[in-house]
T-cell receptor, first 115, second 114 residues
Framework: AQSVAQPEDQVNVAEGNPLTVKCTYSVSGNPYLFWYVQYPNRGLQFLLKYITGDNLVKGSYGFEAEFNKSQTSFHLKKPSALVSDSALYFCAVSARKDSNYQLIWGAGTKLIIKP | DTGVSQDPRHKITKRGQNVTFRCDPISEHNRLYWYRQTLGQGPEFLTYFQNEAQLEKSRLLSDRFSAERPKGSFSTLEIQRTEQGDSAMYLC????????????FGQGTRLTVV
């Protein structure tokens, strides 16, 4: 079965330190990978995506993500965390299903940045 | 176009009542999704439309739930005979409908069934 895993329910990082939020996937065919962020009582906001090409993709708010095909991972990273980065982060993959496609979501990771 | 809009933002209803939510997608987007989200959890897929056609409906969606997208523009999600377990955030998203395009989400409608 096609799936997305975010192995950490919560990640705690001190402000100014680098952060990583992990995501692994299992899909057939070439994956199209996405990261979304959700602030309290808000809808999800698109951060970045990997379609093809350079394995390191850059997105909004200084975030970037590294696609690793051999490890089937797409970890979200930021060199220097801000308190305002505290939010829920979701990884998703777009994958073929029958003659169509579907979005498969991870369970989410709560990122807490401490001052 | 200011993005995906949902109405109402909040709805409190008594158990057993019917409720209807509306979603206006980004105008050029042909795909529209409905999701349900409970506190601290990821989006739970309910259904999606490609233009006016409802292509998939989650097995988790009981017969009390129905969604429409007449003319392939706005969509409505109706819940009949609401139960306390229906209390959640209902999210709508739209996209250009290809494998590699991202979805844009509305702010959601928070339903509380009392």
């Amino acid at each position: 079965a096609q799936s997305v895993a975010q192995p950490e329910d919560q990640v705690n990082v001190a402000e100014g330190n680098p952060l990583t939020v992990k995501c692994t996937y299992s899909v057939s065919g070439n994956p199209y990978l996405f990261w979304y962020v959700q602030y309290p009582n808000r809808g999800l906001q698109f951060l970045l995506k990997y379609i093809t090409g350079d394995n390191l993709v850059k997105g909004s708010y200084g975030f970037e993500a590294e696609f690793n095909k051999s490890q089937t991972s797409f970890h979200l990273k930021k060199p220097s965390a801000l308190v305002s980065d505290s939010a829920l982060y979701f990884c998703a993959v777009s994958a073929r299903k029958d003659s169509n496609y579907q979005l498969i979501w991870g369970a989410g990771t709560k990122l807490i940045i401490k001052p | 176009d200011t993005g995906v809009s949902q109405d109402p933002r909040h709805k409190i209803t008594k158990r057993g009542q019917n409720v209807t939510f509306r979603c206006d997608p980004i105008s050029e987007h042909n795909r529209l999704y409905w999701y349900r989200q409970t506190l601290g959890q990821g989006p739970e897929f309910l259904t999606y439309f490609q233009n006016e056609a409802q292509l998939e409906k989650s097995r988790l969606l009981s017969d009390r739930f129905s969604a429409e997208r007449p003319k392939g523009s706005f969509s409505t999600l109706e819940i009949q005979r609401t139960e306390q377990g229906d209390s959640a955030m209902y999210l709508c998203a739209s996209s250009l409908g290809t494998l590699e395009t991202e979805a844009f989400f509305g702010q959601g409608t928070r339903l509380t069934v009392v």
